[in-house]
Protein backbone atom coordinates (compact mmCIF):
# COMPACT_ATOMS: atom_id res chain seq x y z
CA UNK A 1 0.00 0.00 0.00
CA UNK A 2 1.42 3.55 -1.02
CA UNK A 3 2.26 6.21 1.65
CA UNK A 4 -1.22 7.91 -0.26
CA UNK A 5 -3.45 5.14 -0.02
CA UNK A 6 -2.94 4.71 3.71
CA UNK A 7 -3.34 8.21 4.44
CA UNK A 8 -6.59 8.75 2.25
CA UNK A 9 -9.08 7.51 5.23
CA UNK A 10 -7.60 10.63 7.44
CA UNK A 11 -7.89 13.04 4.17
CA UNK A 12 -11.32 11.95 3.68
CA UNK A 13 -12.56 12.81 7.45
CA UNK A 14 -10.42 15.99 7.50
CA UNK A 15 -13.03 18.05 6.30
CA UNK A 16 -15.74 16.72 8.32
CA UNK A 17 -13.61 17.31 11.85
CA UNK A 18 -12.81 21.22 10.44
CA UNK A 19 -16.23 21.60 10.29
CA UNK A 20 -16.94 21.61 14.14
CA UNK A 21 -19.90 20.67 15.97
CA UNK A 22 -23.31 21.15 14.06
CA UNK A 23 -24.99 24.47 14.63
CA UNK A 24 -28.87 23.72 15.99
CA UNK A 25 -31.60 25.47 13.26
CA UNK A 26 -32.70 28.25 14.85
CA UNK A 27 -35.51 29.00 12.52
CA UNK A 28 -37.29 26.04 14.57
CA UNK A 29 -37.61 28.40 17.66
CA UNK A 30 -39.11 31.40 18.31
CA UNK A 31 -37.42 34.34 20.34
CA UNK A 32 -39.20 37.33 19.58
CA UNK A 33 -37.64 40.65 19.94
CA UNK A 34 -39.73 42.67 22.19
CA UNK A 35 -40.79 46.07 22.10
CA UNK A 36 -37.80 48.79 23.40
CA UNK A 37 -38.93 49.84 27.01
CA UNK A 38 -39.97 52.66 27.80
CA UNK A 39 -37.64 53.65 30.78
CA UNK A 40 -34.80 51.50 31.73
CA UNK A 41 -34.04 53.37 35.11
CA UNK A 42 -32.64 52.38 38.22
CA UNK A 43 -35.17 52.25 41.03
CA UNK A 44 -35.41 50.55 44.09
CA UNK A 45 -35.31 46.98 44.22
CA UNK A 46 -38.47 46.60 46.78
CA UNK A 47 -40.32 48.78 43.66
CA UNK A 48 -42.75 46.95 41.88
CA UNK A 49 -42.31 49.27 38.93
CA UNK A 50 -39.86 46.35 38.13
CA UNK A 51 -39.59 45.42 34.36
CA UNK A 52 -41.56 46.03 31.09
CA UNK A 53 -44.96 44.21 32.51
CA UNK A 54 -44.44 41.06 30.53
CA UNK A 55 -44.22 37.66 32.64
CA UNK A 56 -41.46 37.05 32.72
CA UNK A 57 -40.18 40.49 32.01
CA UNK A 58 -36.97 40.87 29.48
CA UNK A 59 -36.51 44.84 30.01
CA UNK A 60 -37.36 47.89 31.82
CA UNK A 61 -36.86 49.80 35.33
CA UNK A 62 -34.73 47.50 37.03
CA UNK A 63 -32.44 47.36 40.35
CA UNK A 64 -28.31 49.23 40.55
CA UNK A 65 -27.40 46.22 41.57
CA UNK A 66 -27.10 42.89 39.80
CA UNK A 67 -27.05 39.03 40.87
CA UNK A 68 -23.95 37.29 40.83
CA UNK A 69 -23.67 34.59 37.57
CA UNK A 70 -24.22 31.19 39.14
CA UNK A 71 -27.18 28.77 40.12
CA UNK A 72 -29.38 30.02 42.43
CA UNK A 73 -31.12 27.79 44.91
CA UNK A 74 -33.29 29.69 45.87
CA UNK A 75 -36.09 32.73 44.03
CA UNK A 76 -34.51 36.17 43.71
CA UNK A 77 -35.83 39.62 42.75
CA UNK A 78 -36.37 40.03 39.50
CA UNK A 79 -35.63 43.79 39.51
CA UNK A 80 -32.04 42.48 40.25
CA UNK A 81 -31.47 39.93 37.54
CA UNK A 82 -33.41 42.34 35.07
CA UNK A 83 -30.28 44.49 35.54
CA UNK A 84 -28.12 41.54 34.25
CA UNK A 85 -30.28 41.06 31.47
CA UNK A 86 -28.83 44.90 30.71
CA UNK A 87 -25.41 43.88 30.94
CA UNK A 88 -25.97 41.16 28.63
CA UNK A 89 -25.79 38.12 30.78
CA UNK A 90 -28.36 35.06 29.85
CA UNK A 91 -30.84 34.52 33.01
CA UNK A 92 -32.64 30.65 32.90
CA UNK A 93 -35.56 30.49 34.86
CA UNK A 94 -37.47 27.20 36.00
CA UNK A 95 -40.60 27.07 37.73
CA UNK A 96 -40.61 24.07 39.79
CA UNK A 97 -42.56 23.75 43.29
CA UNK A 98 -42.10 19.90 43.42
CA UNK A 99 -38.81 19.94 42.45
CA UNK A 100 -37.24 18.95 38.76
CA UNK A 101 -33.43 18.21 38.77
CA UNK A 102 -33.67 17.31 35.38
CA UNK A 103 -34.94 20.80 34.16
CA UNK A 104 -32.45 22.21 36.48
CA UNK A 105 -29.67 20.14 35.33
CA UNK A 106 -30.52 21.04 31.31
CA UNK A 107 -30.40 24.58 32.31
CA UNK A 108 -27.05 24.73 34.26
CA UNK A 109 -25.75 23.07 31.23
CA UNK A 110 -27.24 25.84 28.70
CA UNK A 111 -25.55 28.40 31.50
CA UNK A 112 -22.19 26.69 30.45
CA UNK A 113 -22.46 27.40 27.32
CA UNK A 114 -22.86 31.45 27.43
CA UNK A 115 -20.16 33.67 26.88
CA UNK A 116 -17.38 35.02 29.65
CA UNK A 117 -16.92 38.16 30.67
CA UNK A 118 -13.53 39.04 30.88
CA UNK A 119 -13.23 38.15 34.44
CA UNK A 120 -13.36 34.46 33.28
CA UNK A 121 -17.00 34.32 35.08
CA UNK A 122 -19.66 32.74 32.69
CA UNK A 123 -22.15 35.60 31.84
CA UNK A 124 -25.29 33.67 33.15
CA UNK A 125 -27.08 32.51 35.82
CA UNK A 126 -29.71 29.93 36.54
CA UNK A 127 -32.76 30.60 39.85
CA UNK A 128 -35.88 29.01 40.21
CA UNK A 129 -39.01 31.44 39.46
CA UNK A 130 -42.59 31.08 40.94
CA UNK A 131 -44.06 34.11 38.97
CA UNK A 132 -42.97 32.41 35.78
CA UNK A 133 -46.30 31.18 33.47
CA UNK A 134 -44.35 27.96 32.04
CA UNK A 135 -42.09 25.81 33.68
CA UNK A 136 -38.72 27.34 31.93
CA UNK A 137 -38.15 30.95 30.28
CA UNK A 138 -34.32 31.29 29.02
CA UNK A 139 -34.12 35.44 28.91
CA UNK A 140 -31.91 38.15 27.17
CA UNK A 141 -32.71 41.69 27.51
CA UNK A 142 -35.64 41.92 25.02
CA UNK A 143 -35.66 38.22 24.26
CA UNK A 144 -37.36 35.54 26.05
CA UNK A 145 -38.11 31.59 24.92
CA UNK A 146 -40.48 30.03 27.63
CA UNK A 147 -41.55 26.04 27.52
CA UNK A 148 -42.83 23.61 29.93
CA UNK A 149 -39.95 21.43 28.83
CA UNK A 150 -35.75 22.78 28.34
CA UNK A 151 -34.80 22.23 24.53
CA UNK A 152 -31.01 22.23 24.51
CA UNK A 153 -30.95 23.56 21.00
CA UNK A 154 -33.20 26.18 21.68
CA UNK A 155 -31.24 27.33 24.78
CA UNK A 156 -27.91 27.68 22.48
CA UNK A 157 -30.32 29.21 19.95
CA UNK A 158 -31.30 32.11 22.79
CA UNK A 159 -27.40 32.27 23.13
CA UNK A 160 -26.35 32.93 20.17
CA UNK A 161 -28.22 36.35 20.23
CA UNK A 162 -26.78 37.07 23.70
CA UNK A 163 -25.28 40.65 24.09
CA UNK A 164 -27.24 41.82 20.46
CA UNK A 165 -29.81 43.98 21.92
CA UNK A 166 -28.42 44.49 25.45
CA UNK A 167 -27.73 48.47 26.35
CA UNK A 168 -24.49 47.60 28.60
CA UNK A 169 -23.35 44.72 26.64
CA UNK A 170 -20.77 42.54 26.93
CA UNK A 171 -20.31 43.48 30.79
CA UNK A 172 -18.72 40.97 33.48
CA UNK A 173 -20.36 39.37 35.90
CA UNK A 174 -19.83 39.05 39.54
CA UNK A 175 -19.24 34.94 40.44
Not at 37 to 49: D, E, G, L
Not at 60 to 85: I, K
Not at 113 to 126: C, D, E, F, H, P
Amino acid sequence: MSPFQRALPALLLLPLLACGPSKPDCSRFEIPLSPPPASANHISCTSTACGDGLNPPTSGPHCADTLRCRVHDTEQSRCLWLHNLEHGHAVFLYNCPEGCPDIVATLESARQQAKVGSNGVIRALVAPDSNIPTRVAALLWRRAWVSDTPDAEALQCLLALQDEEAPEAELACLP
